[in-house]
């Protein structure tokens, strides 16, 4: 196929998008902090500097023909001198500027009137008191402090805007992602708590829903305006982390549709070129949209072995100037567990990937990351399954995963 992107990160998603590159024949060159990152052990090349370097990325771009983005944590406004000069990147710095920030993606959701969660900005409930009016002494001649004078009104704590109750999920705008930059909030006080520990410009607050599941759609736009759309996901998340990914979800066609028709119309408002992944919750009110994220996603992980063309290829046809690659499902159904750290250590667990590597239609992917802490995500495995309907689909999934829990434990969770 030919070709040369570039991408400003390192880590397991830059990986294993030059994992698929080599597959294509294109390069892919990178640009992250250490040489130990995982992508840097299957990029064509590697500029090593900070993701924030305006220099470094500017060296990037003489590589390749367009460069692309690991994750979202991105300043528009330091790039954007770049795209003057004639840098393509993609997905395009105006299509990802109401994405790069969780406040931007409501308002947007709420423009295009599409369904997502209730929520206000922190510093909205932060807005001081009017300064009390001054008053000419009352006729009875009663000064401040005697009986007879008018007592101050009393300053409330930041309260809630009316209709929000608790618990409350707070966000951080920027930033968040496996469980960082989200907090649950229980009562008036550790409201006030979060005020006293965050910059308020920086968080949000969200109605807490009461969802029966959550799912995920994976889509992407070609440079051509092409859109396509991956089989919709049920995830399941331990202490705000992605802990599996079942594909196909259980859904109904109605869901199904509904769930492309909001990808359809997010990807054409933005004028979106590249694979952007979608998170729902699902309930009594149906779809609601929790977050977007522009890039590869975990809950596509398992498209790699389940979809003629995984989610990783597809953002490296996009940005080299490939028309999209068949989406569809190749296998019955899959379940994708993330391996994630249950303990500190430099261990390289040889004994456990073995294990799991010996699982029955099994495919290991270990990232190769130094440290482990809990949670982290050192790698993840992809189980197929074989059952066709949806209800022997569950139970051969959860077969599964214990599977996977005898060799690999979850880590303990630490939210309440």
Known sequence: MGGRIGVVGGGQLAWMLAAAARKLGIELHVQTPELSDPAARLATSVVRAPLADLEATRRLAEKATAISFENEWLDLETLAPLEQEGVVFLP???????????????????RLHLPSPRWFALEEILIPPA????????????????????????????????GFHFPLMAKAVRGGYDGRGTRVIHSQAELEALIEAVDPSLWMLEEFVAFERELALVACRDQFGAVQCYPLVETHQHDQICDWVLAPAAASQAVESRARNVAASLLAALNYEGVLAIEFFYGPSGLLINELAPRTHNSGHYTIEACATSQFAQQVRIVSGESLGDTSMQLAG????????????????????QALEALESSHLHWYGKRLARPGRKLGHITLELQASGTVE?????????????????????ITP
């Not at 920030?101 to 308002?107: A, E, G, I, S, T």
């Not at 007592?151 to 704590?157: G, I, R, S, T």
């Not at 214990?402 to 979850?410: D, K, M, N, Q, Y």
């Open 92 to 110: 395009r710095l105006q299509s990802l500027a109401d994405l790069v920030c969780k406040r931007r993606q409501r308002l947007l959701l709420e």
């Open 131 to 162: 300064p009390a009016e001054l008053k000419e002494p009352a006729s009875s001649g009663a000064e401040p402090g005697d009986a007879g004078a008018e007592e101050p009104a009393p300053v409330l704590p930041p309260q809630p805007p009316p």
């Open 334 to 353: 899959t379940l994708m567990v993330n391996l994630l750290g249950f303990e500190t250590s430099t261990a390289a667990y040889a004994r456990q990937r």
């Open 393 to 413: 689909r569950a139970k051969e999934a959860a077969l599964r995963l214990a599977e996977v829990r005898a060799i690999w434990p979850l880590p303990p969770a």
